[in-house]
């Protein structure tokens, strides 16, 4: 194990958070609820140490991270990033325990919006906006951001973005791994900042709508006010989010080919990418059987039932968690609908998370062949995507995945009932809205996960951090071959 690099990423990991950490200083500063000074030492706690790795620490010349280094580095870099941040919220006094304070940092961080939040009133406003700011921060990822500002950080950055980044391969727009990580911050800051505007004009005041957007953008959903986006009462704010939420589910990639194709063929180059079809047609489809089937429930009124419950379907497809209204007073089927979707996620390459579409739309393919092939044995069946063959080594990297995925929402639940404080459908659902970095979940867990002792919230925030890096970094970490054969 390269442990001198890893040494070096880390520190270069703390000293970007204590930076990102400055906007939301100068906020507390200026409201001056009394938390200016807390997150301001909190960042010098961060800065210090973040510096001395990086000017201390000097790697062989021409070092190169292999990929078990990658996923161990980006284990760690997320556990040292959820400690980091968790520091202002643990020494605040909003928080009782250390575990509370980590459990929202790293639902912070990996875009859960899970919280153990029960009072918003009074809470500082700079500190709020950190809360917020995790969510943008880990939305894209902690390490693209790194490779952003510092491309030459190592001679070989690809494992980095392939552990961290979500969706089953890497997807260079570039040759260069750097120069990727700068065009997706640039699409990820003009989205965001155009959500932000778009806000302002609804009504919103710059702080919320900063707050709403930083959240969204991160696909994570912590909101300032305990009602979530049902506290504004605003149609227009309302529809704007849903319609970014939808956006930020999207593949970064498909925005970079839009830039570059002409005029006639921009919204073109989105529904040529078969996932993004796959994607756009079955949120539409559970947007319109979610209206139907809240009907009764809103009183016969299709505006109202599709204005609540598109917004829902944005929410949970993108793995945001807003919300407008609590589902867990929708019939069965309904909560059934929103419950299938919290598997599916949205599309790889974005800041959503979930099972992914690319993943659900090869699995269909496959099982649909091993159907054929039961008729036409000898036949010769390749699976495409987007008109090109696919490995069959990827189709059996996916089947891997989407089995480790079911069986650790299952083993999480189990796990989460041994406290035995709730329904097993409440401790099921927490475990699949926490590896799905949905955030909101059923039953006694809709709103927060207070309720759950310190054994409940590490393992919910173990359950985060494995669905945000896509299970296998997490689980990498916990194999004892990994430090047994690797450090040197």
Not at 4 to 21: F, H, N, Q, T, V
Not at 258 to 277: C, T, W, Y
Not at 386 to 398: F, N, P, T
Request: proline share 3%; hydrophobic share 50%.
């Amino acid at each position: 194990m390269n442990r001198k690099l890893i040494l070096r990423l880390l520190g270069a990991i703390l000293s970007i958070e204590a930076l990102a950490m400055i906007p939301s200083f100068l906020i507390a500063l200026r409201f001056g609820d009394g938390d200016a000074l807390l997150l301001g030492l909190c960042a010098l706690a961060l800065l210090i140490p973040g510096l001395l790795l990086w000017l201390t620490v000097h790697p062989q010349s021409g070092s190169h991270l292999r990929l078990i280094e990658g996923f161990v580095i980006v284990a760690v870099g997320w556990l040292a990033l959820s400690l980091g941040g968790a520091l202002p919220f643990f020494f605040s006094d909003r928080y009782a325990t250390f575990e509370d304070a980590l459990f929202e940092a790293v639902s912070g961080f990996t875009t859960t919006g899970a919280t153990v939040t029960v009072d918003y009133e009074g809470f500082p406003r700079g500190l709020m906006f950190w809360r917020a700011t995790t969510h943008w921060i880990g939305g894209m990822g902690v390490l693209v951001l790194t490779l952003a500002l510092l491309p030459r950080l190592t001679g070989r950055t690809s494992h980095l973005v392939r552990a961290e980044s979500p969706g089953p391969s890497l997807s260079k727009l570039v040759p260069h791994t750097g120069t990727t990580a700068k065009l997706l911050y640039r699409i990820y800051i003009v989205l965001t900042a155009a959500e932000f505007l778009a806000l302002l004009l609804c009504g919103l005041n710059p702080y919320d709508a900063a707050i709403h957007s930083l959240s969204t953008a991160g696909t994570g959903g912590f909101s300032n006010y305990g009602d979530s986006v049902a506290a504004f009462g605003n149609v227009a704010a309302e529809a704007v989010i849903t319609a970014f939420m939808f956006l930020f589910g999207v593949n970064f990639a498909l925005y970079y080919r839009f830039l570059l194709a002409g005029p006639r063929d921009k919204i073109r180059s989105f529904f040529q990418d078969e996932e993004f079809r796959v994607y756009f047609c079955t949120v539409s489809a559970f947007m319109l059987f979610l209206t139907i089937l809240n009907l009764s429930y809103y009183d016969r009124d299709l505006l109202q039932s599709f204005r609540y419950s598109a917004f829902e379907i944005a929410s949970v497809f993108s793995t945001t968690g807003f919300a407008t209204t609590n589902f867990n007073n929708w019939s069965s089927a309904a909560r059934m609908l929103v419950f299938v979707a919290m598997w599916l996620g949205a599309c790889a390459g974005s800041t959503a998370g979930g099972i992914k579409f690319v993943r659900i739309t090869l699995l269909f393919k496959a099982v649909r062949r091993s159907i054929r092939a039961t008729g036409q044995p000898r036949k010769v069946q390749v699976i495409r995507l987007d008109g090109k063959a696919v490995d069959e080594s990827m189709l059996g990297q996916i089947a891997v995945f989407a089995i480790t995925y079911v069986a650790l929402v299952i083993g999480g639940g189990f796990l989460l009932s041994l406290e035995g404080k709730f329904e097993p459908m409440d401790h099921l659902s927490a475990a699949l809205t926490c590896v799905s970095n949905v955030g909101p979940a059923f039953g006694a867990l809709a709103s927060d996960f207070a309720g759950y002792g310190l054994w409940g919230k590490l393992l919910c925030s173990f359950l985060m951090l494995a669905g945000r890096l896509e299970l296998f970094p997490m689980l990498i970490l916990l194999a004892k071959s990994t430090w047994k054969n690797n450090i040197r």
